[in-house]
């Protein structure tokens, strides 16, 4: 027995073929949606790429970008089929080739389940691409004067100053590296030289942040040089004094800003997913109801749709035999190449 056995007449079809036509256009709509999404993300990443430990944090931007296209093309092909539908002589071109079409449409929905799927487990390695990238993006910090590092210290000013935020984990990351030039430095003058050799390292290490810590916000003058030194500012101890720098680390306002983001993506891709699934089912509806016509001379004579012509149980062991004949054909193959080669 057919699974969800729907019977049309000539009005019914044509009603459906309409609906099935505006859903296919409103689903080519999602796709350039998807498309939209994947290139702002990947504008959005590439904006501060210098912060990114690799180049694999653009696998899913460009996935989304891919996926979108053939959203697109899958269902402008999709739409074209319904409104030929309305027409037995142009419809005849498409018929056969609409089962091949509808087994990869499901194929491309359970893609696109997978690509919204890898937007919300895209925290997990972004958490790891992140750290690693503003770690290092620190260290190079002070390099303004080396190739392909001369910008590192406007993106990171920049950052700190749009998402509020300080250091890798908090602020106290910049007191573990050196963030200042040695070209701004006075090698001559003792304290220089104390804080150079207090290290093993050889970096002049400082209790400080650079401007771009600062919070605007605050009504005393921002303190980011001598920080735990509670004699270098009047009225100030660091351990109860309300800090006038951002105390939130970086890598989690990105991870933030980014998850969010990417959470955004894969729930509007999920209910494309359940668009595209919708668009399919009417596309198999009307396919199977210009198949079963009791005078297919007569268009206005009544039809049978559904989704699968046998229950999922028969449809899933019809597929398992087909499946166990063809490796049985290849087998059969194989072995007469063998014969053939021994003769």
């Not at 193959?333 to 021994?342: D, K, N, S, Y």
Request: charged share 20%.
């Amino acid at each position: 027995m057919a699974l969800m056995l729907v019977k049309f007449d000539l009005k019914k079809r044509v009603k459906l073929a309409q609906t099935v036509w505006f859903m296919y256009w409103f689903a080519v709509m999602a796709g350039v949606l998807v498309f939209s999404m994947g290139l702002f993300f990947k504008i959005e990443l590439r904006k501060r790429s210098e912060l990114m430990d690799n180049n694999e944090s653009h696998f899913l931007p460009n996935l989304l970008i891919f996926m979108g296209l053939i959203t697109c093309g899958i269902n402008a092909f999709g739409g074209k089929v319904c409104y030929d539908s309305l027409d037995p002589t142009k419809f005849a071109k498409w018929k056969p080739m609409l089962k091949t079409f509808l087994v990869f449409c499901v194929g491309f929905n359970v893609l696109l389940l997978l690509t919204a799927l890898l937007c919300f487990l895209m925290n997990i390695p972004m958490q790891f691409t992140l750290a690693e990238g503003l770690r290092n993006g620190m260290r190079y910090y002070k390099d303004t004067d080396t190739p392909g590092r001369c910008y590192m210290k406007r993106t990171l000013d920049l950052m700190q100053m749009e998402f509020r935020c300080c250091g890798n984990d908090n602020f106290r990351d910049w007191f573990e590296i050196q963030w200042v030039s040695n070209r701004y430095l006075d090698f001559s003058a003792k304290e220089v030289r104390d804080r150079i050799g207090s290290n093993v390292d050889g970096q002049y290490l400082m209790d400080g942040v650079p401007f771009s810590c600062c919070n605007p916000s605050s009504p005393r003058p921002c303190i980011q040089f001598q920080m735990t030194n509670n004699s270098a500012h009047y009225s100030y101890d660091h351990y109860t004094e309300e800090l006038n720098v951002w105390r939130r680390g970086c890598r989690d306002a990105l991870l933030s800003y980014y998850g969010g983001m990417m959470n955004t993506i894969g729930a509007l891709v999920v209910l494309v997913v359940v668009l595209e699934t919708a668009v399919t089912v009417g596309l198999q509806y009307v396919d199977s109801s210009l198949s079963t016509l009791a005078n297919p001379e007569d268009p206005e004579s009544e039809s049978e749709g559904w989704i699968l012509e046998k229950t999922v149980k028969e449809t899933f062991t019809d597929i398992m035999a087909k499946m166990k004949s063809m490796g049985k054909g290849t087998k059969v193959e194989e072995g007469g190449e063998a014969a053939a080669a021994e003769s």
